[in-house]
Antibody
Framework: EVQLVQSGAEVKKPGESLKISCKGS????????IGWVRQMPGKGLEWMGI????????RYSPSFQGQVTISADKSISTAYLQWSSLRASDTAMYYC?????????????WGQGTPVIVSS | EIVLTQSPATLPVSPGERATLSCRAS??????LAWYQQKPGQAPRLLIY???ARATGIPARFSGSGSGTEFTLTISSLQSEDFAVYYC??????????FGPGTKVDIK
């Protein structure tokens, strides 16, 4: 069974750093793109970027380029989303999701979401 | 960047009725379009990919059509569990693979 299990809720202060995780199981982690999606409170879905764990090829949305870093450790089948300096506007639910295939970037399996609250 | 617009923003439908949701792209995305369903407090669920292919386990009452810039998601006979927000997403050529703003299917 394919599963993506995300790390738990985070409460941080502005300016702090953060790294959240997404562990894949039940499939070949290195041969499927993994993406990150932001959902701010009461709002829609925002595509942040994707990574191919097999070679760490990463593509970002221009809206998030330079604001976050997406990485993966294929030895432990885990993808990451990190911030070096959080802002209150980073408060949101963050989902990781697996792409359907190498050349199909729709998301067929999703993590449960990691809520991030940034508040002083 | 390709922009997706969805209409209507809210769609009141009675159980058993047909629901038709629209997604329009600012430029052609070929058939590289997906539809998702999201219920409150839950992660999105893939319904349709490749504009018309149903994802695993998705009931046959959900169908997708279109190509290029105009796409439609049809729910043939709305069930109580179908009241949710529906998003389209393109994944044509280069990122960002943006989502539309969503259509909320409400009880009439």
């Amino acid at each position: 069974e394919v599963q993506l299990v995300q790390s738990g809720a985070e409460v941080k202060k502005p300016g702090e750093s953060l790294k959240i995780s997404c562990k894949g199981s039940g499939y070949s982690f290195t041969t499927y793109w993994i993406g990150w999606v932001r959902q701010m409170p009461g709002k829609g879905l925002e595509w942040m970027g994707i990574i191919y764990p097999g070679d760490s090829n990463t593509r970002y949305s221009p809206s998030f380029q330079g604001q976050v870093t997406i990485s993966a450790d294929k030895s432990i089948s885990t993808a990451y989303l990190q911030w070096s300096s959080l802002r209150a506007s980073d408060t949101a639910m963050y989902y990781c999701a697996r792409c359907v295939a190498t050349n199909d970037y729709s998301f067929d399996y999703w993590g449960q979401g990691t809520p991030v609250i940034v508040s002083s | 960047e390709i922009v997706l617009t969805q209409s209507p923003a809210t769609l009141p439908v009675s159980p058993g009725e047909r629901a038709t949701l629209s997604c329009r792209a600012s430029q052609s995305v070929s058939s590289n379009l997906a539809w998702y369903q999201q219920k409150p407090g839950q992660a999105p669920r893939l319904l349709i990919y490749g504009a018309s292919a149903r994802a695993t386990g998705i009931p046959a009452r959900f169908s997708g059509s279109g190509s290029g810039t105009e796409f439609t998601l049809t729910i043939s006979s709305l069930q109580s569990e179908d009241f949710a927000v529906y998003y389209c997403q393109h994944y044509n050529k280069w990122p960002p693979f943006t989502f539309g703003p969503g259509t909320k299917v409400d009880i009439k």
